[in-house]
């Protein structure tokens, strides 16, 4: 008797959802049947694209691709969807670019370091997370070395550097970088003395009032104009010192916000206690403003990550700029869908990896807070 | 604590300047062999003239050039560094000293040559702006061209002589500005313009790389000078001089019949002009602060002009080039290097 | 004497920030000096000229894309407002449909059909996850695709659709015709003045009037009225195949459709979600009450919903239009010739003036996202005070 009634409950708890939420009202049921058709129609279309009738290595004749010429699509139009084959053949330039492929395990032994450089940072009641941080402040000069070389290491010069590498090392450094910058920068903008103020709003205004692509311009074509001969920054460092002023405007801003919410109380707390500017900022307002500005410096951090692409207009080869450069290359030319698909669907798993970390940190300050 | 701040200090530095070229005042030549390499600034990929092979070799005859400095400096063909320019940054790069000396089909104006603090140090290619149509398109002579939508790569001085030509013919098109070489492919290939114009050289090397190069054809009108040369930057005339007469020995090694596989042999001519040339006559080199077998290193390593054509355009390469203008002076072309003495 | 000073500095505030501030400001004018001489030092050195005087010169090159006329006789300076009015023009496109496009998806993204709230959930997170220069390069790619001119596709009469752009007729105006625009204007003006006089009387008799439907009668016959009285003066020219293009009619390119479908598909997934955090903080309450008050659904969100939403929404919708106008300088990927492509990148290459240009478009772009941000601060306040408790 109890089991029937509450079979009877849980159907009427999914009929209910159904009714409520597909067949609410004759609109309803009709935008439910568009919608239907809508999903079949694209992700059959997709689908069948993507994988059903799509080449991975070898063709419908089951001969290893080499070129295009021997996709199926290419053989049989009309009959077969995207040929992957060109992502295999470049597989080694999408991760690391031109980098020697003797020394690949090199980058492959930084990319596997990353998790743990950044997974302190990330959760805050991780076991042992004192020395998981400490790693994460070794690991960029680490990176570094390994990827740069030094001694014991054979030299590889960035111009060699290419693809998802060039892609995470400006995204990341790029951060690392900026992070301390902002600091200043939000703390400068909040100062009480007005030269210091406005040099620092002067900087955040103009970074965030013009494009990035002309600070990489700038940085690019002008930044050895300014400098003595001896000193020559390459290609890649010059990105670099555009990022990284570039997010430090962004992320001033977000930290700005933090540090506005802070109440008054709590400085004039501090300062009764007898604590000085330095001491109050460092020890009760920063890690405070920090914890709250943390979602929206992610999402800046979301922002910068996918603005590297810009980096190819400047003739740097990252995700995006190694995938033109295959679709320049007449063996597989006019592949572009299965290129720029494959470059999107990169790109989002890590964009939409942070937004979902910055969504769940939010969540977790509300109920931390409340 | 201060241990750890100067370690910090000194590694940021070395990220920062790890590219920094030292002592930074002397002349070019100095630099370069303290370096123990020629930086030099070569296209990003333009078959023929300078792009990288299957091995990732850079090869062609701009690159031959470098080819050649690096022998005459170092003896040595391959001590050479190429830095892939856009036509965009190719002065900046050079400029700034971040490369010794620019070989990459770079035109020879008045503008760059005196506005840019540039020099040009000669001509390793004469060539002129051309027109590709699809074959299909019935079209024999550029001057049916009105009307028509045209693809440019940007930033050079192809769009000024296309205005140029079609102003001069009270003809109108709709121009199609793109970055790069491949770009101006991808946008003609896919039909977004009927015509590709840039250097002659420069369609010649394009169409070699279409899968079906008989389907377009180059047309007939030439419409601009455009002599291709390597480029140093201004103020240092000894190191001018060297790439200079690095060009000049690849000529006049054809001229006297001197190939990469005859130097030894000619060591012993009776010719004073080869002996003057191949070192064996000394005091040639020490003019231009190199050894006196400088020549004969430049030949026997990368070859005189001929073998540099013929192995990267010539006519039994895809690209199929003929010498043209650029057969030497008694061939009825208008290559012509000043003597050696 | 001397370690009175010493004190001052230390431990009092006012001296001390003063001292950090000198600090601060010579070091900055170190900075700017040095590198201004090490500049000067450079330019010098290299024979690089520099100057303004370029502007002047005949830039040499043609620019297609353009709104108003340029040939290459014309001078950089001109090239640089083709460029300035090719930037503004895609941006207020862009932000125009961006805008349509976030609040239709934002209003989705609430809707009560669950489906359809999952398309449109997929939809702003693919897009807004996804490099928009990506998104740009993919578009025009797609767009280069479309047949080729020879086998251009006729949508209606006269409008093509081909791998060079969307050609349409484009209108010819004759005598007469500023008379149909003049009636425009006057039906607009007096629908104005009817909405208020109906509006007074709706509050003293409580009676209420079809204000809408009235004035769009009113707006969209009169004109059409008096175009037919003058004669129909309007014909259009309609774009015909001849040699290697269409002749006549107007065009868009892809190239600007490229940018347009990049730019706004990618904004408009953040302006979705900056609508739906707007509706939702308007609370259920106030819709309750409305509801209450026995209004009906679509008033309910046009009187109640929407004016309060805004509140919110408009803060975040301003840095939204930021981005996008400063995104629309990534016509470069494409050729585009905006302000960066055009002036930006043709102009500095041909006349080596790298820092005066790149000086010039920064601070043409600082200009724009002031101005912007100017106007959206002052249309923020009147929205933010009005009925405000």
């Known amino acids: ?370 | 604590m201060t241990k750890i701040k100067s370690l910090f200090i000194s590694l940021l530095l070395t990220l920062g300047v790890s590219s920094a070229i030292a002592g930074s005042h002397g002349s070019t030549l100095d630099l370069v062999k303290e370096r123990g390499k020629l930086m030099c600034g070569s296209n990003t990929g333009l078959a023929g003239f300078g792009a990288p092979n299957d091995a990732g070799v850079w090869e062609g005859i701009d690159v031959d050039v470098c080819r050649a400095v690096a022998a005459a400096v170092f003896g040595d063909a391959s001590k050479v560094e190429y830095v892939p320019t856009t036509s965009k940054v190719r002065f900046t790069v050079l400029q700034s000293g971040e490369i010794d000396m620019l070989s990459r089909n770079t035109t020879w104006t008045l503008s760059r040559d005196v506005d840019l603090g540039l020099e040009f140090v000669g001509v390793n290619y004469y060539d002129g702006q051309g027109f590709m149509v699809p074959a299909s398109l019935g079209v024999n002579s550029a001057m049916e061209l009105d009307g028509a939508s045209v693809c440019i790569q940007v930033g050079t001085t192809t769009e000024m002589n296309l205005a140029d030509f079609f102003k001069a013919n009270g003809m109108s098109y709709e121009s199609v500005p793109v970055e790069t070489n491949s770009e101006a492919d991808a946008a003609y290939t896919a039909g977004r313009c009927d015509v590709y114009t840039t250097d002659a050289s420069g369609l010649y090397a394009s169409r070699a790389g279409y899968p079906d190069p008989s389907a377009h054809v180059v047309l007939p009108e030439i419409v601009s000078k455009e002599p291709l040369g390597p480029a140093v930057r201004h103020g240092d005339s000894e190191w001018a001089d060297i790439v200079r007469w690095s060009l000049n020995a690849m000529i006049i090694g054809e001229e006297l019949g001197i190939t990469s596989g005859n130097v030894d042999e000619m060591m012993s001519s009776n010719n004073p002009e080869v002996l003057r040339l191949l070192g064996a006559e000394p005091g040639y080199g020490a003019m231009l602060g190199l050894s006196d077998d400088w020549a004969a290193n430049i030949l026997s390593q990368v070859g005189n002009y001929s073998e540099s054509f013929e192995k990267h355009i010539g006519p039994n390469t895809p690209i199929n080039i003929q010498r043209g203008l650029n057969a030497l002076y008694k061939d009825g072309g208008i290559l012509y290097a000043p003597p050696f003495r | 004497m001397q370690t009175n000073f010493l004190r001052k500095i230390i431990f009092d505030e006012k001296s001390r920030s003063l001292l950090i501030q000198t600090l601060v400001i010579g070091l900055f004018a170190l900075f700017i000096y040095l590198i201004a001489q090490q500049t000067a030092y450079n330019l010098e050195k290299r024979g690089i000229s520099s100057g303004f005087d370029f502007l002047n010169l005949s830039a040499g090159y043609d620019i297609s894309i353009r709104l108003i006329p340029f040939t290459s006789e014309d001078t950089h300076f001109r090239a640089y407002f083709v460029g300035l009015l090719n930037t503004l023009m895609i941006a207020v496109c862009g932000c125009f449909l961006a805008t349509i496009i976030g609040f239709l998806v934002g209003v989705i993204r609430l809707s009560s059909n669950w489906l359809f709230r999952n398309i449109a959930y997929v939809y702003v997170e693919f897009t807004r996850n996804v490099p928009v220069l990506l998104q740009i390069i993919l578009y025009y790619s797609i767009l280069l695709h479309l047949p080729k001119i020879k086998q251009a596709i006729e949508i209606f009469d006269g409008f093509f659709l081909t791998n060079r752009g969307f050609f349409s007729p484009s209108p010819i105006f004759k005598e007469g015709f500023s008379l149909v625009l003049w009636s425009f204007l006057i039906a607009i003006i007096a629908s104005i003045l009817i909405k208020k006089i109906l509006k007074k009387k709706q509050e003293q008799t409580g009676q209420q009037y079809p204000i809408f439907l009235i004035n769009s009668a009113l707006i969209i016959f009169t004109p059409i009225l008096v175009y037919y009285i003058m004669g129909r003066p309007l014909e259009f020219d309609a774009p015909v195949l001849k040699g290697f293009n269409f002749k006549g009619g107007m065009v868009i390119r892809p190239e600007f459709l490229g940018m347009l479908f990049g730019l706004s598909i990618y904004t408009a997934a953040f302006i979705s979600e900056t609508v739906r955090s707007g509706i939702i903080a308007v609370s259920k309450g106030q819709r309750e009450a409305s509801q209450a008050l026995g209004l009906k659904n679509n008033l309910v969100m046009r009187l109640i919903v929407i004016p309060q939403a805004l509140r919110v929404i408009i803060p975040p919708l301003t840095s939204q239009y930021l981005n996008l106008t400063k995104n629309s300088s990534l016509g470069i990927a494409i050729g585009y010739a905006d302000l960066v492509h055009g002036f930006g990148g043709i102009s500095l290459n041909q006349t080596g003036r790298a820092i005066e240009i790149m000086l010039m478009v920064m601070l043409t772009y600082l200009t724009i996202s002031l101005t912007i941000s100017l106007f959206m601060n002052i249309y923020n306040k009147s929205v933010q005070f009005k009925g405000n408790a």
């Open chain 1, 1 to 370: 008797m109890t089991t029937f009634s509450n079979q009877s409950l849980m159907r009427n708890k999914y009929y209910n959802w159904i009714i409520k939420n597909l067949f609410s009202s004759w609109v309803n049921s009709l935008m439910t049947v568009v919608a239907i058709i809508f999903i079949y129609e694209v992700g059959t279309f997709f689908l069948n694209w993507a994988f059903f009738a799509a080449d991975f290595r070898t063709n419908f004749q089951g001969e290893l691709i080499t070129d295009r010429s021997f996709c199926s699509k290419n053989i049989m139009p009309g009959e077969y969807g995207a040929c992957w084959a060109i992502i295999y053949a470049r597989w080694d330039q999408f991760m690391y670019g031109f980098y020697p492929i003797e020394e690949v395990w090199r980058v492959n032994f930084v990319y596997a370091l990353l998790p743990l450089a950044i997974i302190g940072i990330l959760f805050d009641k991780l076991p042992f997370r004192k020395y998981f941080i400490y790693f994460t402040f070794i690991y960029p000069f680490l990176a570094y070395f390994m990827l740069y070389g030094g001694p014991g290491l054979s030299v590889v010069g960035t111009n060699k550097w290419g693809g998802l590498l060039v892609t995470l090392f400006l995204g990341v450094t790029g951060i690392g970088l900026a992070f301390p910058l902002s600091i200043i920068l939000a703390l400068g903008r909040r100062s009480k003395m007005p030269i210091v103020k406005s040099l620092c709003v002067v900087f955040i205004e103009f970074i965030r009032g013009v494009p990035l692509i002309t600070l990489l311009f700038t940085a690019n074509v002008m930044l050895p104009l300014f400098l003595p001969d001896g000193v020559n920054p390459d290609n890649l460092l010059r990105a670099l010192v555009a990022v990284t002023l570039f997010q430090s405007a962004y992320m001033a801003e977000a930290i700005r916000g933090g540090l506005q919410a802070i109440p008054r109380g709590q400085i004039e707390a501090a300062q009764s206690l007898g604590l000085n500017y330095w001491q109050t900022t460092r020890k009760i307002i920063l890690p405070q403003a920090l914890k709250i500005a943390i979602p929206p410096i992610v999402n800046t951090c979301i922002g910068l990550f996918k603005d590297t692409s810009l980096v190819l207009i400047i003739g740097l080869f990252d995700l995006l700029g190694i995938g033109r450069a295959a679709l320049a290359d007449m063996t597989w030319t006019k592949l572009y869908y299965e290129v720029y698909v494959f470059i999107s669907l990169v790109f989002f798993i890590f964009c939409f990896g942070m937004s979902r970390y910055s969504l769940y940190l939010e969540k977790k300050l509300k109920t931390d807070n409340s």
